[in-house]
């Protein structure tokens, strides 16, 4: 085997290695975007979701409409039926993150004690979990009211609306707080980029 044979083959191992190193030390986590209905949760997490796939991340968005069909059939709106959801969300975006996905969650999961758990859980697991208060202030919300629930509370024709007749227990002490109302969507991504820049996420 001549020198430069061995040459190639050393350089080939190391891509090799390389490439495993990267496997291995694969870094996913869950970001969960809270806060009132039309907050702007949804709008943020499929902005970041496109930024994150452009950088070759790979991304889920667990859209929260869609877990209520396809996960949480049959669950209702009650306290124990809310979190009963928000823990199914959990325990799917741990698995996912586990596996290095970045998964996005814009759900609202209004109680503290649901989001504590769902992030204990991803604690006991080792795997990140980044919570993110979408706070833009209910009268914001309601013009905007992007699935009409605010304007249908409002002409009694639903009721236990978040934020309005039902609680909503903002987080006290999110990773970080957007306030939506007073930035772009492109702004809110990319402040949400940098926090997980920051911690090592990405």
Same mark, same amino acid.
């Given at each position: 085997?001549t020198?430069?044979?061995?040459?190639?083959?050393?350089?080939?191992?190391?891509?090799?290695?390389s490439?495993e190193?990267?496997e291995n030390?694969v870094t996913?986590?869950?970001?969960?975007?809270?806060?009132?209905p039309?907050?702007?949760?949804t709008?943020?997490?499929?902005?970041?979701?496109g930024?994150?796939?452009?950088e070759?991340h790979?991304?889920?968005v667990l859209?929260?409409?869609?877990?209520?069909?396809?996960?949480?059939?049959?669950?209702?709106?009650s306290?124990?039926?809310?979190?009963t959801?928000?823990?199914?969300?959990?325990f799917?975006a741990?698995?996912?993150? +586990?596996?290095?996905?970045? /998964?996005?969650? !814009?759900?609202? $999961? @209004?109680y503290?004690?649901?989001?504590?758990?769902?992030r204990?859980?991803?604690a006991?697991e080792?795997?990140?979990?980044v919570?993110?208060h979408?706070?833009?202030p209910v009268?914001v919300?309601s013009?905007?009211d992007?699935?009409?629930?605010y304007?249908?509370?409002a002409?009694g024709?639903? +009721?236990g609306?978040?934020? /309005?007749?039902? !609680?909503?227990? $903002? @987080?006290?002490?999110p990773?970080l707080?957007?306030e939506?109302?007073?930035?772009?969507?492109?702004?809110?991504?990319a402040?949400?980029?940098a926090l997980?820049?920051?911690?090592g996420?990405?």
């Amino acid at each position: 085997m001549t020198a430069t044979q061995d040459a190639q083959d050393a350089q080939d191992q190391g891509t090799q290695d390389s490439q495993e190193t990267q496997e291995n030390h694969v870094t996913g986590a869950t970001i969960w975007l809270t806060g009132l209905p039309s907050a702007g949760k949804t709008t943020i997490a499929y902005e970041l979701a496109g930024r994150l796939r452009g950088e070759g991340h790979r991304v889920e968005v667990l859209d929260g409409d869609e877990i209520r069909e396809f996960l949480s059939a049959g669950l209702g709106f009650s306290r124990e039926d809310r979190h009963t959801n928000v823990q199914r969300i959990g325990f799917v975006a741990e698995l996912l993150a +586990s596996q290095g996905v970045q /998964v996005l969650v !814009p759900v609202i $999961a @209004p109680y503290a004690d649901s989001r504590e758990a769902v992030r204990k859980r991803h604690a006991a697991e080792g795997t990140a979990f980044v919570e993110v208060h979408v706070a833009t202030p209910v009268e914001v919300c309601s013009v905007r009211d992007v699935k009409g629930l605010y304007a249908k509370q409002a002409a009694g024709e639903i +009721s236990g609306l978040t934020g /309005v007749d039902d !609680p909503y227990e $903002a @987080p006290e002490t999110p990773d970080l707080r957007i306030e939506s109302q007073n930035q772009t969507v492109q702004e809110s991504a990319a402040q949400l980029h940098a926090l997980l820049t920051e911690r090592g996420v990405l």
